[in-house]
């Protein structure tokens, strides 16, 4: 079965420093973030292990809970091609993750393209059955939403 990928990106007009602590304050998603009213946590966002849970407003009104555990964090550093790029990987585990019916893992990425340029990008993979009960164009929307949220901060 092949992963069901709905990918965003967008151009921020900063450093890739300050893009970089924008996204991964996620107590401050509220202010700037449509997708997301609500953040708790167990620990720092930059923490591999710490859970989050977003309460969500969907594009359609509604609203929601999705829970997310840190899996993968890279600060922003040169990379081969001497790029500054950085890395957030955080993977859902609610209920149908603990069913064994959907995995999601969202990987978000800045890359330094100017000294006032960073290419902000996510990509959002779902597997299993119960991707095919994923509202992907509400996801789609809020994800945009989210990469608009983010770029307007600057």
Known sequence: MSP??????IIVHAP????????????????WNPFIVGVHRNGASTDIGTMMRFTLR?????SGRSIEEVTQINPPNRNIQDLQTALWQYDYRG???RLGLLRVS??????????????YSSTLRFEGIGRHWVPKNQIRKGC???????AAQF
């Open 4 to 9: 069901l990928v709905i990918h965003t990106e």
């Open 144 to 150: 945009t939403a989210q990469a608009q949220g983010l």
């Open 106 to 119: 969202r990987i978000q990425t800045v890359t330094q393209h100017s000294l006032q340029q960073t290419l």
């Open 16 to 31: 890739i420093d300050v893009v970089w602590h924008c996204l991964v304050d996620v107590d401050r998603y509220p202010i």
């Open 95 to 97: 209920l149908p993750y």
């Open 58 to 62: 969907w594009p359609f009104g509604f």
